[in-house]
Every structure is written in structure tokens, then in C-alpha cells.
């Protein structure tokens, strides 16, 4: 199988996440199913089964959460340096269209958040940033046709 690339940070979150739904979600879930069970026919009982769809839904993201943090390949972004754009650069970049400013990290797909101005290693966007420098222009194809972009900084933090 294929190494999923992390940031420290995110794999911290779905070790959390995994901490969370065993030690707690699961206990009460089983509780839930426990009292659900004491209501008697369990054919016509609503509880029951919305207790155990949680149960499987639950159980689900475990499994899911269990698999990427042991494909996790964790990258120490305090080593990466350089000028050109990979993992984990925070990348500044001009519309050239709009010259709106933007600004976003290169993260794994499981921490893409882009509310957070954290992008998936996969997206298009970053995707055409890859092997870039400052200076460089970047036509990314969107859905809402393609863009230009303009690199004008790229750090590691």
C-alpha cells in the first residue's frame, strides 16, 4: 500500500479523533444499544436500530481512522527548506485575474482544509504548484474554467 504524507499536526488529530471514538463514542454507543434493547421488540424499535446504524457508522470511521494513521508517513516540516514548492510549503499567491492574494499550505489529503487555507498535496491547484518558484505563473484548471495564479512567496514554517 501507499504511504499517505502527514504533517505532524494532522496525524496528532486523527490520533485524537481515534482516542475519542473508542474511548468514548464507542462506550456510549453500546450503552445506547443496551438501554435500547431493554424497550423489548426489537422489530419496531427506532432506538435500537438508530443505536446500532451509529454502531456501524462509528466502528466505519475506526477502521478508516486505523488504516491512514498506519499508512501515515509523517513529514517534519521544521526540515524541509528550499526554494522550490513541495509538501508542506505555505505557498502566496496572486490572481492574475483579480490580483486577490492567497495564501495556502500544502498538506495530506485526510487535513485538507480550505477554510484553513490548507490545500490537498492531490488538488489541482497544488498539483500545478509542485517544483515552482517565486516568480513563476501558474495556470490551474478549475471548474470554473482555468485561472492564473502568480507565485510571489513560499515558506516552510
Known amino acids: 500500500m501507499e504511504k499517505v504524507p502527514m ?9 485524537e479523533e481515534l482516542k475519542t471514538r473508542t474511548t468514548t463514542e464507542r462506550p456510549r454507543i453500546i450503552a445506547a444499544i443496551s438501554e435500547a434493547r431493554a424497550h423489548g421488540d426489537l422489530s419496531e424499535n427506532a432506538e ?6 451509529q ?3 462509528n466502528e466505519g470511521r475506526i477502521n478508516e481512522l486505523e488504516g491512514l494513521l ?4 509523517v513529514i517534519d516540516l521544521t526540515k524541509l527548506s528550499g526554494e522550490t514548492i ?3 510549503a505555505t505557498v502566496s499567491l496572486v490572481d492574475e485575474d483579480t490580483e486577490e492574494e492567497k495564501k495556502y499550505m500544502i498538506v495530506g489529503d485526510v487535513e485538507a482544509d480550505v477554510k484553513r487555507g490548507r490545500i490537498s498535496i492531490s ?3 497544488a498539483r500545478a504548484l509542485i517544483g515552482k518558484s517565486v ?4 495556470e490551474v ?3 470554473g474554467g482555468a485561472r492564473g495564479y502568480e507565485i510571489v512567496e513560499v515558506e516552510f514554517v
Open 7 to 15: 504533517t505532524p499536526e494532522g496525524y496528532a488529530m486523527l490520533t
Open 48 to 53: 435500537y436500530h438508530a443505536a446500532k446504524e
Open 55 to 57: 454502531q456501524s457508522l
Open 70 to 73: 498506519g499508512l501515515a508517513e
Open 86 to 88: 513541495k509538501f508542506g
Open 123 to 125: 488538488s489541482p491547484i
Open 135 to 138: 516568480g513563476d505563473s501558474v
Open 141 to 143: 484548471a478549475a471548474p
